[in-house]
């Protein structure tokens, strides 16, 4: 598949937008997660029968040839079984191109792009031809691990129709099931999109992923240096050569209560578990299933903790995006991989408090946005 060439100055990125400004309406909400359960049985045959290296050495071109006939199958658009099937040949040979890249790198040797650089052994992993030489059979059996997938919650769109309304209000129109029926979905795109975007349902919701050119900024070279504290209470506490400020002061505030209302909601779960063992060593499995069923879900536990953590990501980015964009030219803070002892007691409460502190989404901002 051809790939889009890279602009000077200018990155391309993944974006997410939410399906649907109010809630979708019951047919394109059926529509939807019946086209996703039926390509993801598409998908998952693919990979049960091509997974393994029957696909090895073939390109999607070939492997149109053979699936095209048995389309018919899962009663799909031409359009959305094409791009799936594509989508999902490219996972394989990316498997692939990852099991060659490692059996290259034991032999001392570099996995290269561009054809006119590839060495010989890899042309010859690249294609069937390794199977007749014992060497690479082994290293081949070493590091390739056969695929499976279930992923039933995806749809990969390339052909659609995008359009902004009066209102403000992108909608997205591709083909449906039933032929000459399209399906018309509003999204909160800041704008109109181009090339091809995936459908991907979570905890109930649809959103879209798609990608989009961003403009990177050069590296700064004049301005001062300043130092960061990563702390709990906040997310950034500067030093004094920016004025000793301190970036989102409610970040441990919101820790803190999602903390006490995991102890205390995993207390009563757990309360409720003991009923459901007892019943079960009374024999009395209806009412087991019944506590179970009603009492011991996880969707709005889900709900929750996806809340949390959009709620979490979006104060340390905004936080970051502050610090940034202050005309300086080096931030400096410390490194929190490393385990620190203490001999200090600390109560419970504090010690669960820190085990949830979310400094990973701390540095995964600091390295993004600067």
């Not at 979708?24 to 529509?31: A, D, I, T, V, Y």
């Not at 394989?92 to 191109?97: D, P, R, Y």
């Amino acid at each position: 598949m051809a790939r889009k060439k890279k602009v000077k100055g200018m990155k391309t990125v993944t974006r997410i937008a939410i399906v649907g400004t109010l809630e979708l309406n019951k047919w394109k909400s059926e529509e939807l997660d019946t086209i996703s359960s039926r390509l993801g049985s598409l998908r998952s045959d693919i990979w049960n029968e091509y997974g393994s290296l029957k696909a090895w050495g073939l390109s999607e071109y070939d492997l149109d040839k053979i699936l095209r006939p048995s389309n018919g199958k899962y009663k799909l658009p031409a359009k959305l079984w094409e791009t799936t099937l594509y989508d999902v040949l490219c996972d394989i040979h990316t498997v692939q191109a990852s099991c060659i890249e490692k059996v290259l790198k034991s032999l001392g040797l570099r996995y290269e792009k561009f054809t006119d650089k590839k060495s010989v052994a890899q042309h010859v992993l690249e294609s069937r031809e390794w199977m007749n030489h014992p060497k690479l059979c082994t290293l081949v059996r070493k590091f390739w691990y056969r695929g499976h997938t279930h992923v039933a919650n995806q749809i990969v769109v390339k052909e659609y129709n995008c359009q902004t309304d009066s209102n403000g209000v992108v909608w997205i129109q591709f083909s449906g099931l039933k032929k000459g029926k399209v399906l018309r979905i509003p999204a909160t795109l800041k704008g109109e999109i181009t090339g091809q975007f995936r459908l991907i349902k979570r905890l109930g919701k649809w959103y879209i992923h798609y990608s989009t050119d961003i403009k990177v900024e050069p590296k700064r070279t004049k301005g001062r240096s300043i130092g960061v504290d990563r702390g709990y209470s906040e997310v950034y506490a500067t030093s004094t050569s920016d004025g000793a400020r301190f970036l989102s002061k409610d970040f441990g505030e919101i820790q803190t209560l999602l903390s006490d209302y995991r102890s205390q909601k995993g207390k009563s779960r757990n309360r409720i578990r003991s009923v459901v063992e007892k019943a079960k060593k009374k024999g009395d499995y209806a009412k087991a299933e019944r506590i179970v069923n009603s009492n011991l879900g996880r969707i709005k536990w889900n709900q929750r903790e996806a809340s949390f953590k959009g709620r979490i990501k979006t104060l340390v980015f905004t936080a970051t995006v502050q610090l940034m964009n202050d005309a300086i030219k080096a931030v400096a803070f410390e490194d929190l991989t490393p385990t620190f002892t203490t001999k200090k007691k600390r109560s419970k409460r504090t010690k669960r408090n820190l085990s949830s502190w979310t400094k990973g989404v701390v540095a995964s901002a600091l390295e993004q946005v600067s």
